[in-house]
C-alpha cells in the first residue's frame, strides 16, 4: 500500500469519525425535540384535566352538595316542627338550625376550597411538566453543541497530524 493509499485510508477513519460526531449532533437535536413535545403534550393534557374537574365540580358536584344540603335541612326543620317545639330566634332548636346552616355552609366552603387546590396543584403540575420539556430541549441542543464541537476538534487534530494546519497558528480557533 502506498504513500498515498495510507493517507486516503487515515481520512477516510477521521472523516467517519467527524461525520459519525455531526450525526449524533443531529440526534440530540431531533431527541431534545421529541422529549419537548412529549413534555408540552403531557402539560396540555393535564390542564385540559385541571379544566375538566373544575367544570365538573362546578356543573355537578357543588349542585349536588347544595341540593343534599337543602334535603338534610328541610328534613331537621320538619323533624323540629313535628317534634312541638317552637322555632323561634334565641330559642334552643332555631339555634341547632342555625348551626346547622354554619356547618353546611362551612362544608360547601371547604369543598370549593378543595376543589381550588386540586386545580391550583394540577397547574402546577403542568407548569413544571412543560419546564421538563423546555429543559430537555436544551438538553439536545447543549449535547448537540458538545457533538459538533467533537466533530470539528477531531477534523482539525486530523488536518494537523496530516500536516495541512499548524495547531500553533489554529490553536487560537480551537
Known sequence: MGQTDQTITRWREY????????????????????????YQNQA???????????????????????KQQEAQYSSFFVNALNSG??????ESTYLVGLETKMNM???????????????????????????KGTGELYKGKMAARAAYV????????????????????AGAFV
Request: net charge positive; proline share 1%.
Open 44 to 66: 396540555s393534557y393535564v390542564r385540559a384535566k385541571a379544566e375538566q374537574n373544575r367544570a365538573v365540580f362546578k356543573k355537578v358536584t357543588e349542585p349536588l352538595i347544595k
Open 105 to 131: 355552609a362551612f362544608d360547601l366552603e371547604m369543598a370549593n376550597f378543595n376543589s381550588d387546590m386540586d386545580y391550583i396543584d394540577q397547574q402546577n403540575n403542568a407548569s413544571l411538566l412543560a419546564a
Open 150 to 169: 467533537k466533530g470539528f476538534t477531531s477534523l482539525l487534530g486530523s488536518a494537523n497530524k496530516a500536516g495541512y494546519i499548524d495547531m500553533g497558528r
Open 15 to 38: 472523516i467517519m469519525s467527524a461525520l459519525g460526531d455531526f450525526i449524533t449532533a443531529g440526534n440530540a437535536k431531533a431527541i431534545g425535540k421529541f422529549n419537548n413535545a412529549l
Open 85 to 90: 317545639a317552637e322555632f323561634r330566634e334565641g
